[in-house]
């Protein structure tokens, strides 16, 4: 039997957050505006935000919660949205806007403006306080959420998540147990965790992925199963060391079966490319743009 979407909140110590927008300021670009939000949280932490959209819209439309990755570069954080990074093609922001999604962004712990602690120091602290710094990233995520969805010009039905990397693994996980999330995308990061650990590739991942006891009643297949029956496009590339092809396809055999069970088949995408790596790539970009556009864009 799978694992509940409670009690894997539970192992993930998955706190109630909130995030208060203190200030904001706007700067129109070419074809879309970027706002440059300054929230802070529970711990009255401030936390970095970084949204772009469209120039105008005539109405609510989609949003996007957008969950930047790792690298090793903590430096980079939510600037991903508008700067980009080595691994992806360009900057989403734009293109997202230019599509016509409201997108944020927001800086994890340890990263961007928040690089004033070690990812390390941060999950010992989280250890030791009985706490999981997942745990804290998601809940941060799932008020991410719940401030696109007080926005006016967002359709609260149309909101959906996307990442690469570490953002992939938020993205999936947080979908597992938010059900506010109506279709999500990821790249670079599923795979089997127990076969990463027989292998040794897990100890390619960061400190903030540590969650003590989980592998003992889970899976990550059986996290993205959980997500089902709503729309899941998963990328990965076949030379990725951080996905074997081995561990993507036993955690990929469980989430189908999950969405088997759900009768929800055709709802979970796959898309794997050969002699590609750790990076997206034109093809992922093409599958990427017409899933978001058919499952949060309809009739776009």
């Avoid at 010992?124 to 745990?135: D, E, I, R, S, V």
Wanted: with cysteine; glycine share 10%; hydrophobic share 40%.
């Amino acid at each position: 039997m799978a694992i509940s979407e409670e009690r894997l909140r539970a192992l993930l110590k998955v706190p109630n957050v909130a995030l208060l927008l203190r200030g904001s300021k706007t700067e129109e670009r070419s074809g879309y505006r970027v706002e440059y939000l300054n929230f802070v949280n529970c711990s009255n932490e401030p936390v970095r935000g970084i949204l772009t959209r469209p120039l105008s819209m005539d109405s609510p439309g989609a949003a996007l919660v957008y969950a930047h990755a790792h690298g090793g570069r903590y430096d980079i954080g939510a600037s991903e949205l508008t700067e980009g990074r080595p691994e992806l093609l360009n900057p989403l922001g734009p293109v997202l806007a230019n599509l016509g999604f409201v997108t944020l962004a927001i800086d994890m712990p340890t990263f961007g403006e928040r690089a004033t602690q070690s990812e390390s120091a941060a999950a010992k602290a989280a250890f030791w306080y009985g706490q999981t710094l997942f745990g804290k990233m998601l809940g941060e995520q799932a008020a991410a959420i719940t401030y696109l969805s007080s926005r006016s010009d967002v359709d609260v039905a149309r909101v959906g998540m996307f990442g690469m990397s570490m953002g992939s693994t938020l993205t999936y996980w947080l979908a597992a147990i938010e059900p506010r999330l109506a279709a999500i995308a990821h790249l670079c990061c599923f795979a089997d965790f127990a076969t990463l650990v027989e292998t040794g590739a897990h100890d390619r991942h960061g400190f903030y992925l540590s969650v003590p006891g989980l592998l003992a009643e889970t899976s990550t297949g059986e996290i993205g199963g959980l997500v089902a029956p709503r729309p899941q496009l998963i990328c990965v590339g076949e030379a990725d060391p951080l996905t074997p092809p081995v561990a993507v396809d036993r955690a990929l055999a469980q989430a189908r079966a999950a969405y088997g069970e759900k009768r929800a088949a055709r709802a979970l995408e796959f898309f794997r490319q050969s002699g590609v790596g750790h990076e997206e790539t034109t093809e992922m970009r093409e599958v990427l743009t017409r899933f978001l556009k058919t499952h949060l864009q309809p009739g776009s």
